[in-house]
């Protein structure tokens, strides 16, 4: 927890999800995190449910899926609101 002589610490949570897991788990979860840092007085960048789907990062599938192979393929690192 912050003190009044620390600044606040800013978090970057990224919250991940393969295709078996409960979307709503994800949600929930991610949420949870992002309330308990805010709550303890630090900063949190994330991606919000209008960036992605509940603000989760599809998590690739395979190797071909992965960022750098697809800039790699000079195709775009994101995958949009799969």
Partial sequence: MSTPNQHP???GVIV???GFFPDHLA???REEMIAVL???GHRV???GPEDSKHGIRPAP???RE???ARLARGESSTRGNN
Avoid: D, H, M, Y
Wanted: hydrophobic share 35%; aromatic share 4%.
């Fill in 45 to 47: 960048i994330a991606l």
């Fill in 38 to 40: 805010s709550k303890a």
């Fill in 66 to 68: 992965t960022p750098v």
């Fill in 9 to 11: 610490v800013t978090f």
């Fill in 27 to 29: 949600k929930s979860g």
């Fill in 61 to 63: 599938e395979t190797r």
């Fill in 16 to 18: 991940g999800n393969r």
